[in-house]
Nanobody
């Protein structure tokens, strides 16, 4: 059974940082592209970032470019999202997801339960 479990969310002040983690199990983690997506209250799901199965290439949505960094540890079956210079508009539930293609957009086959990130003073 594919399982994706996010952690690391919380309340942070504007300009602060958080590091999200996603523990994967039930599949060969290193064989898949992984992605982060998010959903703000009352908004649609939006794509944040994707990383190749080997971790050598990553792409980002314009609104997080230069602030967020996606990475992975295939030995630990874990995906990460380092979030710096956080803004109130980054407030959302963040989900990690598995996908088959290295591209942008909401395109995945499994998704975790999410972790809440709230940016507020």
């Amino acid at each position: 059974e594919v399982q994706l479990v996010e952690s690391g969310g919380g309340l942070v002040q504007p300009g602060g940082s958080l590091r999200l983690s996603c523990a994967a199990s039930g599949f060969t983690f290193g064989g898949y592209v992984m992605t982060w997506v998010r959903q703000a209250p009352g908004e649609e799901l939006e794509w944040v970032s994707s990383i190749t199965n080997g971790g050598r290439r990553a792409i980002y949505a314009d609104f997080v470019q230069g602030r967020f960094t996606i990475s992975r540890d295939n030995d630990q079956n874990t995906l990460y999202l380092q979030m710096n210079s956080l803004k109130p508009e980054d407030t959302a539930v963040y989900y990690c997801a598995r996908r088959k293609t290295f591209d942008s957009g909401i395109n995945y086959d499994y998704r975790g339960q999410g972790t809440q990130v709230t940016v507020s003073s």
